[in-house]
């Protein structure tokens, strides 16, 4: 019987009659394989339409899945947590079979994934794990160590202390830095910081990396929900806190594009980037297209290229395998402990993109065409 027709019963009754009906163990492989592809839902919930990566994940796992013959139920919570919330709850009580799902607040879920569960509703986190659940199934995601490796290694180089290949570089320091995290509440913030302050250490012990704002505890230097403003702010602050005595910042670690955004405009606005006044060495993330142009224009240092696509992809296969009765097959089964158990995880590589590396990255591999890269805009 299909789940859709249990729609009107209400959310307790479905959620019992659901568990009578399929008889499998909690979340885990609900085997739908003798039901068609148009039968069978998959809601699709992503966090913000602010971010272009958003845009592009959740245009990519609807396309690959209506592909398939899927019908999918697409929303996105404008970064607002209760909104994220009633919309798994509606995705449920409208009959989803699997859940994929990118949260705001990483621990925020627990209720909707007991509710999955006991409607034997397969959950796979995208991106962002979430946490303090036992009822999350599978993990698709980016190796997000070595996202912050990546960051921190791009500062390095792009101050000279080391080359591309690992060597040391020409210049001995010190450096004035100032180091940005992501939200506390998004675990991936914590996976990129760690990423990259242990690749800094050695170089904030030997002193030839200094933070002088001694903002180096992630607590201290974290942007609630990635927001761009709060970043330009911050930058604003510390600009005026700790450089106003003619010292100069040589270098920002920033783990998403727009934070970057932010805090090259607060850094523009303080005159930096004119004249023999150097803009500093500013990471990114995201690859994204009004940051890839500052790439290109020699503005913004680098970003990391995460292809979205691909992550869209082993979702839809994950989707797939546990939609047939099946796991879904991970490559990683140690890293990611959500507080209640390791989730087994599908963990794609990262790149990092220097100007250089702009056109056979993003333009020749499709993800970016050279015009969009030019105008900074995407043609959607
Ligand atoms: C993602 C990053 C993204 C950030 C802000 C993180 O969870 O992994 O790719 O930059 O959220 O949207």
Known sequence: MSRRLWTAVGGALLALSLAACSGEGAGGSADRSKEKPSDLTIGVSMPT?????WIADGKSVKEKLEQKGYKVDLQYAGDDIPTQSQQVDQMITRGADVLIIAAIDGTALSSQLQTAANAKIPVIAYDRLIRDSPNVDFYVSFDN??????????????LGLQNKDGSKGTEAGPFNIELFAG???????????????????????????????????????????????????????????????????????????????????????????????????????????????????????????????LLAEQAVIAAEAFLTGKSAEPNDTKTYNNGVKVVPSYLLPVQTVYKDDIKPALIDSGYWTAEEVSTGRAKS
């Open 145 to 158: 160590y070595k996202v912050g490796v990546a960051q921190a290694t791009a500062l390095l180089v792009g």
């Open 49 to 53: 339409q602010t971010s272009e990566r």
């Open 183 to 309: 939200s506390l509440d998004d675990n991936n913030a914590h996976f990129f910081f760690n990423g990259a302050m242990d690749t800094l250490k050695p170089f904030l012990d030997a002193g030839s990396l200094v933070v002088k704002s001694r903002q180096t505890r992630i607590e201290q230097v974290a942007i609630l929900r990635w927001q761009q403003e709060t970043a330009q702010k911050r930058m604003e602050d510390l600009l005026t806190s700790s450089y106003n005595d003619k010292s100069r910042v040589d270098g920002v670690l920033s783990p998403y594009d727009g934070l970057s955004r932010g805090i090259i405009t607060a850094l523009q606005n303080a005159g930096y980037g004119t004249g023999a006044n150097k803009m500093p060495v500013v990471t990114g993330q995201d690859a994204e297209i009004a940051s890839v142009k500052l790439i290109n224009d020699g503005i913004q240092s680098s970003t990391i290229f995460k292809d979205t696509r």
